[in-house]
């Protein structure tokens, strides 16, 4: 019953569903922090400039610039979020 329960049930052990968890809620973070992120750098002044240098920029370099620009940075803290930054570069970067 172990084997099928394990094998073909979809059991997991405790550590395995802690890891599949802390997956989730970090996606989950990213997903609901990265429209934050495009919002502050769409609210800026000079947006079409800056945009701009963002497109310019390699898809590696481009997390990097939104982390330095400071829009990634989660609400409550100054710290910035490497993974928000590329998603919010990712979606800066679709926008026409």
Known sequence: M?????WGLGWVLASKA????????????VA????IC???FEAQPDVATKLAELKKASTWERGTLIEKGG????????????AV???CAEKLGKAT
């Open 18 to 29: 802690e890891v599949m968890a802390q997956t989730r809620a970090e996606a989950a973070t």
């Open 85 to 87: 930054a590329n998603a």
């Open 71 to 82: 829009w990634a940075m989660t609400p409550g803290t100054n710290s910035t979020n490497s």
């Open 2 to 6: 172990t084997i099928v329960g394990f």
């Open 38 to 40: 495009v919002a502050k």
């Open 32 to 35: 609901a922090l990265a429209p």
